[in-house]
């Protein structure tokens, strides 16, 4: 990702203005929570059972107030997960990266 990241045209289409900007505040681990999103992205994915069906923008991964991260979702991956339930975790170690992304959907006729 060290490589990766210093693309702009290639941060442009996978991280937003947001993701990028907190990167940055990392300072020398800029590349690995880059890794670190873009795992998490790729999990969501995988948890959906789909592969990758939006822009990579339209997942986006923030942080709470103490430094859990989340997923905020716009357009078609929002659409796609449809009110599911959400829980995000990442860890990174020099030069990897790893995301577990649980998705739990409510089944509406049997929840009645």
Known sequence: MEK???????????????????AASRGVMRAASLAGMWAAKEALFKALGTGIITEMTEVEVTHDANGAPEYRLHGKAAERCGGALLSL????????????????RLDQEKAQ
């Open 4 to 22: 990766s990241s210093q693309k702009e045209h290639f941060c442009a289409r996978v991280f937003t203005p947001e993701e990028l900007a907190y």
């Open 89 to 104: 975790s990442i860890t990174h170690e020099d030069d990897m990266a790893a995301a577990v992304c649980t998705l739990l």
